[in-house]
């Protein structure tokens, strides 16, 4: 079988390289993402394998048909950038549910840890031997309230991380997980109690049309004075206009983002030859109580090596035999979500 990898990276082909060659699936890597101008590189082929930031539209999917593919991995969770209505019934869909909850949970609270007790700028200050403690003030986490928006895989790690630092959480998700609320450190909330009551607020939902800036300036103005918003889910959970205001009115106590709505161009890339055209993200950067990551919460070994091997059998199972329980249906969930009434 062989296989066009869309906007391949030097840490992608090891794995990918391995599993495949185990299971005689060819990967023929591209530094291109998948768009419309791209989407000639797939004639030949059998199947197209894209991350999070190639464009699967209506008019790539209808390209792609006619040259033949049959299938689209993904080799990620998230599937936004996948227009599925679309692609019902005419091409299939895979995906990577689930490869290191831990990995995207870790670093979420690596990035909350590094903001709210400046690690960013211990570490500039003391490589230029400035041991000066001003400024460098933070907060306990301990007895802190965290507000999870999405209590899947990653939310529940991360819900575990933080009771291991003593905090309290509430919840909130549209189909709340059975055995997780004990009514006292963690319980779910509505959404408005949510966001009056913590102390940090870390997205952990996908990116729907329900999601959709579920931070925006409306709910900012619900949140405490000093929050800490956390988003290493998908930007456009995030209204950065709305966010910046809140940093800049110093109503947002800080802002951790993997993430970032407009990242497709930027993210993953070494701009910083190139004048940053984003006065939004330019600005949110300049800030210091924003952090922000290049969409790397997903990055470890453990990770990269799931993803490749989860998406080596995706490939070798719908390739052979139609079907594969990490199909994607035309809703948007997987055969599993469809039948428990999860498929969003
Ligand atoms: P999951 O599917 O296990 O959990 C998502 C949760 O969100 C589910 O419990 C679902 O019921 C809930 N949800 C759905 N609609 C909702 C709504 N309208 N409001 C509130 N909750 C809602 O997914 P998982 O694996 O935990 O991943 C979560 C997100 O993390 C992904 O959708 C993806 O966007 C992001 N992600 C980011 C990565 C990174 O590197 N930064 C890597 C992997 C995932």
Redesign the pocket.
């Known amino acids: 079988m062989k296989i066009a990898f869309f906007d391949a990276k030097n840490y992608d082909k090891p794995s990918f390289d391995r599993f495949g060659g185990e299971q005689d699936v060819e990967f023929k890597y591209f530094e291109a993402k998948l768009n419309e101008d791209t989407v000639e590189l797939a004639a030949g082929y059998d199947g197209v394998c894209v991350f999070v930031n190639d464009t699967v539209n209506a008019a790539v999917i209808d390209r792609l048909c006619e040259l033949g593919i049959k299938l689209i991995a993904l080799r990620?969770?998230?599937f936004n950038n996948v227009d599925m209505k679309h692609a019902f019934g005419r091409i299939h869909v895979v995906r990577v549910?689930?490869y290191s909850?831990y990995a995207?949970a870790e670093h979420t609270m690596a990035l909350l840890l590094t903001s709210i007790r400046r690690i960013h700028k211990a570490y500039i200050r003391t490589r230029d031997f400035n041991f000066s403690l001003n400024n460098m003030t933070g907060f306990d986490l301990h007895g802190k309230t965290v507000g999870v928006?999405?209590?899947?895989?990653?939310?529940r790690v991360f819900i575990d991380i933080c009771r291991g630092f003593g905090m309290k959480v509430l919840c909130?998700?549209?189909?709340p997980?059975q055995g997780l609320d004990n009514g006292d450190t963690v319980r779910y909330a509505e959404l408005d109690e949510l966001f009056a009551k913590s102390d940090i607020i870390s997205l952990?939902?996908?990116?729907?049309e329900?999601?959709y800036h579920i931070i925006d300036v409306d709910s900012l103005s619900k949140c405490k004075k000093g929050v800490v918003l956390l988003n290493?889910?998908?930007g456009a959970l995030v209204d950065a206009e709305a966010l910046l205001a809140g940093i800049k009115s110093r109503h947002v106590g800080a802002a951790c983002l993997?993430?970032y709505e407009e990242e497709s161009d930027l993210f993953f890339e070494d701009n910083s030859g190139h004048i940053l055209e984003d006065d939004t993200l330019a600005r949110l950067i300049s800030m210091p109580n924003v952090i922000v990551t290049s969409?790397?919460?997903?990055l470890t070994e453990e990770a990269l090596s799931n993803i490749a091997e989860t998406t080596v059998q995706n490939i070798v199972e719908l390739l052979a035999t139609g079907s594969c329980p990490n199909e994607l249906c035309y809703r948007g969930g997987t055969a599993e979500d469809c039948k428990s009434g999860?498929c969003?």
């Open positions: 990620c969770a998230g549910p689930a909850p995207v928006i999405g209590t899947g895989r990653i939310g909130y998700d549209k189909f997980a952990h939902c996908p990116l729907t329900e999601t290493t889910s998908r993997d993430v969409h790397q919460a997903f999860k969003f």
